[in-house]
């Protein structure tokens, strides 16, 4: 009996299955998962993208002691976040007393891996799915005038 046609029917099936759950991730949460932990923010302003996973992250363990009522409850704006991109800082572990370990260096994709190891499992799709697509801002702007 040839064990290696079973081997490969499994591996076929595991690949399947992987490849729905990634299916059903963008269903769920209304991202593009590129692969495994990585998701495409190409059609999203990376200082929404920044400020939204701030505004989700959690303190560090400790900080919140430290921290008077306003701090604790102030959101990074769009704009804040622009200027620490426009400073040349893409890479963030603790950003303003909380957890993020991501890198926005590159123009098309994010690693959340970290960022959900910290923050809570789908804490990082969740946020960036708020982030308003690009076509739909030009939109606003374009109606706006």
Same mark, same amino acid.
């Given at each position: 009996m040839d064990n290696s046609n079973? !081997?490969?029917d499994f591996l076929e099936m595991? %690949? *399947?299955?992987m490849k729905q759950g990634i299916e059903d991730t963008k269903k769920d949460f209304g991202v593009t998962i590129v692969e495994e932990s990585i !998701? %495409?923010?190409s059609? @999203?302003? @990376? /200082?929404d !993208? &920044? /400020?939204t996973l701030h505004n989700n992250a959690r303190f560090i363990r400790g900080i919140m002691l430290s921290l008077t @009522? =306003? =701090?604790k409850n102030k959101i990074m704006t769009t704009e804040e976040a622009q200027a *620490? &991109? %426009?400073s040349g800082v893409e890479e963030f572990d603790i950003l303003k007393g909380k957890y993020m370990s991501i890198s926005l260096e590159d123009e098309q994709k994010v690693d959340i891996r970290e960022y959900n190891r910290y923050n809570g499992e789908n804490a990082a799709e969740t946020a960036i799915a708020t982030c308003p697509n690009k076509e739909m801002q030009e939109d606003v702007q374009i109606g706006d005038e």
């Open positions: 079973n !081997v490969n595991l %690949d *399947i299955q !998701v %495409d923010i059609n @999203k302003n @990376k /200082a !993208v &920044l /400020a @009522k =306003e =701090e *620490i &991109l %426009d």
